[in-house]
């Protein structure tokens, strides 16, 4: 072996691997709607999400307080949704409920519930925009640094939509308030409108697949 050849083998031995791409379809009782995930911008918002969603990371069920290892979103419901706005899931409250539910049968209403513990917001400086486009997926909140399980998918775009960019706060640990960005859409995003357009807590969410290659949404 050449002395060049032998660098450009030892080279390519050290380097890193480059990072897959990773998608995930949301399989829902209206039809799917795939999103490319963006772990480079969000990395521990993505990972807190697919190991909530593949049942690899414990939470505590709201429900009866018990820690529990199993898919999170299994059965959720989108319970808030609002036209031209988004449509909002993820609450573990919601999972197994009847359609159309706002509460559990003890009476918690839809939108309070998590998976017991929170992390920190992944935003960009201000001025970023990150939701210039619809069918953006991001993380809901209930102020800086507190997401958990619940997310979002847009159906606004830009300047109908000016509350959820990132923007300067003392609120938070690194400055920054606003909603993490984690996914955007690749295909289904018509369904946005249409689930937001059927009501509260009327479509489920039967689960998330994910994949490497771009999903097909038909």
């Known amino acids: 072996m ?22 995930a379809t949301f399989e829902t009782t209206a039809g799917k709607i795939g999103v490319k995930l963006l772990p480079k911008d969000a990395p521990a918002t993505v990972a ?22 199993k898919p999170l979103y299994d059965g959720t419901l989108f319970h808030r ?15 197994g409920a009847a359609s159309g539910a706002t509460s559990t049968t003890q009476g918690r209403p839809f939108g309070t519930g998590g998976p017991g513990f929170k992390i920190d917001d992944e935003l960009p400086r201000p001025p970023a925009r990150t939701f210039d486009k619809a069918c953006q997926l991001a993380m809901a909140n209930s102020g800086p640094d507190t997401n958990g399980s619940q997310f979002f998918i847009t159906e606004g775009a830009g300047s109908a939509v000016p509350q959820l960019e990132p923007r300067s706060c003392i609120e938070s640990k690194s400055g920054v308030c606003g909603y993490t ?7 289904g995003c018509e369904l946005v409108g249409q689930i937001a357009r059927t009501g509260n807590s009327k479509v489920r969410l039967t689960k998330v697949v994910f994949s490497k290659t771009p999903p097909t949404c038909k």
């Open 2 to 23: 050449t002395k060049l050849a032998l660098a450009a083998a030892l080279a390519l031995a050290t380097a890193p691997a480059l990072a897959q791409d990773l998608y």
């Open 48 to 69: 807190n999400f697919q190991a909530l969603a593949e049942g690899k990371k414990e939470w505590t069920d709201p429900k009866t307080g018990e820690k529990v290892t």
């Open 181 to 187: 960005r984690f996914g955007s859409g690749v295909c």
């Open 81 to 95: 949704v609002i036209p031209g706005f988004m449509i909002q899931g993820g609450d573990p409250l919601t999972q």
